[in-house]
């Protein structure tokens, strides 16, 4: 892993944990695999929607809701893995300029949950690929005080906004989700309707 300099980055909970202080009522749509275990664990709330098996979905979910509810900010959780299952989501994202979705991916440079197998994001600026797409605000960061510094200025501003952050491959001790994927998908209806 490269940063800034040696030690800087933080895991993904802790990078997560972050962002939870800043949330409020806005809709979560967060990966699969640890993320969404992770996520649980630190805030669960009617407003998070975990994904449950299903790789690389996360962002069109996102893009879905963000154009149905304008009015709403609405946040995706990713992970690098994920982003690299489904680029052609961030050419949709970038064309289709919803101003209301800010989407946080947490780069680990592998692929935490099947036992650290190495993404390209070792190679490939997903950042860049964001900016090239055509997201309005693009940021990579490492510590915590930039993480906290930016998503709240991606909250005030227009977007879609691509918040890239760098972690260790650290994973948090954390259950599988206790709810049954069609409880999960009321709650979270009834939370954004």
């Known amino acids: 892993m490269i940063g800034p300099e040696e030690g800087v980055m933080q895991s993904r909970a802790q990078a997560m944990a972050a962002i939870f202080e800043l949330l409020t009522d806005q809709p979560l749509i967060v990966c699969n695999g640890f993320p969404s275990r992770e996520a649980c664990k630190l805030r669960d709330r009617?407003?998070?929607?975990?994904?449950?098996?299903?790789?690389?979905?996360?962002?069109?979910?996102?893009?879905?809701?963000?154009l149905a509810q304008p009015e709403k900010t609405v946040v995706v959780f990713d992970g690098d893995g994920n982003v690299l299952m489904s680029?052609?989501?961030?050419?949709?994202?970038?064309?289709?300029?919803?101003?209301?979705?800010?989407?946080?991916?947490?780069?680990?440079?592998?692929?935490?949950?099947t036992g650290n197998q190495p993404t390209y994001s070792r190679v490939v600026g997903l950042d860049k690929v964001a900016r090239a797409a055509g997201y309005e605000n693009v940021e990579r960061v490492w510590e915590k005080e930039d993480i906290v510094y930016e998503f709240k200025a991606m909250?005030?501003?227009?977007?879609?906004?691509?918040?890239?952050?760098?972690?260790?491959?650290?994973?948090?001790?954390?259950?599988?989700?206790?709810?049954?994927?069609?409880?999960?998908?009321?709650?979270?209806k009834q939370s954004v309707s």
């Open 87 to 113: 680029l052609g989501t961030l050419a949709t994202i970038g064309a289709l300029k919803p101003k209301n979705l800010i989407h946080v991916v947490f780069d680990n440079e592998v692929y935490g949950t």
């Open 46 to 66: 009617d407003q998070n929607f975990y994904m449950i098996g299903s790789m690389g979905a996360t962002a069109g979910i996102g893009l879905g809701l963000a």
């Open 155 to 188: 909250l005030a501003d227009s977007g879609p906004s691509f918040l890239l952050i760098k972690v260790n491959e650290q994973l948090e001790e954390a259950d599988r989700i206790a709810l049954a994927p069609q409880e999960l998908t009321k709650r979270f």
